[in-house]
């Protein structure tokens, strides 16, 4: 297997990618977590977005909004009745993303991130159309910006089954949890071998879904049968206009 191939394959397994369990500043070329440091400037500039996925970890960030000119703020949070589960789709880069999905009495510990309203129009063209962005009236705690009654989230509408659930996200914490909880290659193998018929090798089929949007849509449709549309409650709806 080549280098190119090798990374094409590790980018689609190793969703959602590393992060500090706490806040972090992202600069270009270096972590800064922020235990115990104060975080400068004027916060009100930022919009706060959810990021209970890949948008938590500095290796997406770098990636989508490269170069980082100024320090980017990831804040953890913590928010009730919510969990991130296993969205019905194929990424366009090999992996399963995920979604979020009422959940009653399960705490999500999560993170928040600041971004300018330049930074989130690039961040939409890496979102949208796939995900609806929108405001969700959830109360939710972010630490240094403390209690917030709604923060801005993308949401896929579809989420991946098994017997009849949905499954939970074991890299994103969480407790009380009303889900089966995979890894996300766990998964992987999981939603390959129930949507396929075919005995294919689990890296070559990945690197099918990268390099043909044909495959893409093909499998994209096998695992949307294996998927039930997720009914989030308190979710205003921003983009795509309706």
């Known amino acids: 297997m080549n280098n190119s191939n090798s990374?094409?394959?590790?980018?689609?397994?190793?969703?959602?990618?590393e992060r500090p369990k706490g806040s972090f500043l992202l600069e270009n070329d270096r972590i800064v977590e922020l235990k115990g440091r104060v975080?400068?400037?004027?916060?009100?500039?930022f919009i706060p977005v959810l990021a209970y996925g890949s948008n938590a970890s500095p290796e997406q960030l770098r990636r989508k909004l490269s170069p980082i000119k100024e320090p980017i703020a990831v804040l953890s949070a913590t928010i009730k009745n919510l969990d991130?589960?296993?969205?019905?789709?194929?990424s366009r880069y090999g992996c399963i993303p995920a979604t979020i999905t009422n959940s009653s009495g399960t705490m999500l510990y999560t993170h928040?991130?600041?971004?300018?309203?330049?930074?989130?129009?690039i961040i939409?063209?890496?979102?949208?159309?796939?995900?609806?962005?929108?405001?969700?009236k959830i109360p939710i705690i972010i630490d240094r910006?403390?209690?917030?009654?709604?923060?801005?989230?993308?949401?896929?509408?579809?989420?991946?089954q098994q017997d009849g659930k949905f499954?939970?996200?074991?890299?994103?914490?969480?407790?009380?949890?009303?889900?089966?909880?995979?890894?996300?290659?766990?998964?992987?193998?999981?939603?390959i071998k129930k949507i396929s018929n075919k005995k294919i090798n689990f890296e070559d089929l990945l690197l099918s879904i990268v390099g043909s949007k044909k495959k893409l849509e093909e499998y994209r449709n096998y695992i949307m049968q294996s998927s039930k549309k997720?009914?989030?409650k308190n979710f205003d709806q921003i983009l795509p206009k309706k």
């Open 7 to 17: 990374e094409i394959i590790d980018r689609a397994k190793n969703y959602p990618y």
């Open 39 to 45: 975080l400068d400037g004027d916060l009100k500039k």
């Open 84 to 90: 991130v589960i296993f969205s019905g789709q194929f």
């Open 112 to 121: 928040v991130v600041l971004l300018t309203k330049k930074q989130l129009a």
């Open 124 to 136: 939409h063209k890496t979102e949208l159309p796939e995900y609806r962005y929108g405001e969700l």
């Open 145 to 160: 910006l403390g209690y917030r009654e709604s923060i801005f989230a993308y949401v896929f509408d579809w989420g991946f």
């Open 167 to 191: 499954i939970a996200f074991e890299e994103v914490y969480a407790e009380k949890r009303n889900y089966l909880c995979l890894n996300h290659e766990e998964l992987l193998q999981l939603a």
């Open 230 to 232: 997720v009914s989030l």
